[in-house]
C-alpha cells in the first residue's frame, strides 16, 4: 500500500505526520494512491465496505463496525423509479461512517492519540464513535443549535462536546484554533476521509454488476460523499472495471447554495452568500472549503446543481415517512432534489440517491415540523 500526499492546486509534495490540514498555497491536499482492487478479489470476504481493500489507502489493521454494503433499493416516486442507497443504516446513523472508519484507522496507524473535529453533527458521530474504537481522545465542535440527539450521540461515545455560538464556519474556525495542540480529524480536510466515502461508488458499482448507473444525485454541503463517490468512479473507471464516471446531480436548498451559485455563473470558486435558515442543517455551508473541488468534480461529470425548497424538503420528508423511511431532513433534501431532477429525466434512466441520514438522530426537529402549521402532520 504506497501512497503520496500532494496539493491538489500546486501539485506540491508533503510528508504525513497527520498534522499538515493544507499546502502553503492554500490548497486542499490529496493523496497519489493507485488501487490494485479488481472485482474477483471480492470473493469470500464479508459484505462490508473493506471488501474493497485493495483500494483503500491503509493497512490490514483497521478500524471497523462491519460498515458498509449498505441495501440499494428501488423506491416509486411520483412515478418514477429511484434506487435508493441506505446509508441511514450504518452503524453511527449516516454515511459519514465511511469517512471515518478510514480516517480513523489512518490516524491510529500514525501513533495519534488525541483529535478534534468539527461538524454540523453526522460527521461528529462518527468521528467520536470511530475515535472510541480506536482508544483516540476526541473533541468535537458543533454549532449551539445542532439536533440534541446528534449532540446526546457525540457525547455517549465518550468525547467533549463543545457548543460553538454563532455561524457553521465559526464552528470550523474554533475547532481549528483547538487543533494547534493536537491532530485535526476533519471530514472536509483528510483526503482519507474521502478514500472512505468513494466506498460508495465501488457498491454501487458492484450491487449493479459492475456498471454505471446514468446518473448520482447527492447532497452538496461539504460534498465528502460527492467527491468520494466521483472519486470512486474515476478509479474504477481507470481501472477499466466500469465504461465511465456516471453524471453527478448535486443537491442544495436554496437558502445556502453557495455552489449552484458559482456553477451557475460558471465559476470555479464558491460565491459569498446571504444564507437563511433551513430544515436541512448537514448541507447548510455557506464556505466548503473544497467547494473549487465539487464545482470541478460535478461539471467533469456532465452534471449539474438542482436547488430545493422549505417546502420541497418537508413535503419529502412526509413522504418518505409514510412510506416507512424514516429519514433527517438533510436527507429528505437530496430526494426532493433527485424526485425534481428524476421528472425531467429521460425515460429509463437510471438515477442512484441516498438515504444520507437516520431520521432519529434529528427526531426532536421532526417533531417540530410535524407540530408547525405547515408541517403536515
Given at each position: ?5 500532494y496539493?491538489?492546486?500546486c501539485g ?8 499538515r ?7 486542499m491536499?490529496d493523496?497519489?494512491f493507485?488501487?490494485s ?5 471480492t470473493?469470500?470476504?464479508p ?6 481493500r485493495?483500494?483503500l489507502?491503509v493497512?490490514?489493521d483497521?478500524?471497523?463496525m462491519g ?16 434506487l435508493?442507497?441506505?446509508e441511514?443504516l ?5 454515511y459519514k ?8 484507522t ?8 488525541r ?11 462518527a468521528v467520536a464513535a470511530?475515535?472510541?474504537?480506536s482508544?483516540i481522545?476526541?473533541?468535537i ?6 439536533s ?11 468525547a ?19 487543533a494547534?495542540?493536537?491532530v485535526y ?27 454505471v448507473?446514468?446518473t ?13 463517490a ?10 477499466g ?9 448535486a443537491v442544495?436548498a436554496?437558502?445556502?447554495a453557495?455552489?449552484?451559485?458559482a456553477?451557475a455563473?460558471?465559476l470555479?470558486?464558491?460565491v459569498?452568500?446571504h ?10 455551508i455557506?464556505?466548503p472549503?473544497r ?5 470541478a468534480?460535478v ?16 413535503a419529502?420528508?412526509?413522504?418518505c415517512?409514510?412510506?416507512g423511511?424514516f ?7 437530496v ?5 425534481r431532477y428524476a421528472?425531467?429525466?429521460a ?13 432519529l438522530?434529528?427526531a ?6 410535524v ?5 403536515g402532520?
Open positions: 500500500m504506497k501512497y503520496s500526499l496539493c491538489a492546486r506540491r509534495d508533503y510528508y504525513d505526520d497527520g498534522r490540514l493544507r499546502c502553503e498555497c492554500g490548497g491536499l493523496l497519489r493507485e488501487p482492487f479488481r472485482p474477483g478479489m470473493v469470500g470476504r459484505y462490508d465496505q473493506w471488501r474493497y485493495e483500494a489507502p493497512g490490514e483497521v478500524v471497523t460498515e458498509g454494503w449498505t441495501p440499494l433499493l428501488s423506491v416509486a416516486f411520483d412515478g418514477r423509479v429511484l435508493i442507497k441506505q441511514q450504518f452503524p453511527t446513523g449516516s461512517d465511511r469517512g471515518a472508519a478510514v480516517m480513523m489512518h490516524l491510529r496507524e500514525l501513533g495519534v492519540k483529535v478534534v473535529e468539527d461538524s454540523s453533527g453526522n460527521a461528529g458521530c470511530y475515535a472510541a474504537r482508544g481522545t476526541c473533541d465542535y458543533v454549532p449551539e443549535d445542532t440534541p440527539a446528534k449532540t446526546a450521540q457525540i457525547e455517549a461515545y465518550g467533549t462536546l463543545h457548543r460553538v455560538p454563532g455561524t457553521r464556519e465559526d464552528t470550523a474556525r474554533a475547532a481549528l484554533e483547538a494547534t495542540t493536537c480529524a476533519s471530514h472536509v480536510y483528510s483526503p482519507w476521509f474521502l478514500h472512505g466515502t468513494k466506498t460508495f461508488a465501488y457498491e454501487v458499482a458492484g450491487q449493479l454488476g459492475w456498471t448507473p446514468d448520482l444525485v447527492l447532497p452538496a454541503g461539504n460534498g465528502t460523499l460527492l467527491l468520494g466521483y472519486l470512486g468512479f474515476t478509479e474504477l473507471a481507470r481501472a472495471i466500469v465504461s465511465h464516471v456516471p453524471r453527478i446531480m442544495q436554496v437558502t445556502c453557495p455552489l449552484a451559485a456553477f455563473d460558471g470555479d470558486e464558491p459569498e452568500i444564507t437563511s435558515h433551513t430544515a436541512a442543517e448537514g448541507i447548510a455557506a464556505i472549503a467547494g473549487s473541488q465539487v464545482l468534480a461539471r467533469a461529470s456532465g452534471g449539474s446543481f438542482v436547488t430545493v425548497s422549505e417546502q420541497e424538503i418537508i419529502s420528508l412526509w413522504d415517512c409514510r412510506g423511511w429519514i433527517e431532513p438533510t436527507s429528505a433534501a430526494i426532493a432534489g433527485a424526485r421528472r425531467a429525466a425515460p429509463g434512466e437510471t438515477i442512484v440517491t441516498a438515504f444520507t441520514g437516520h431520521g438522530k434529528a426532536a426537529k421532526i417533531a417540530e415540523l407540530e408547525s402549521p405547515e408541517g402532520g
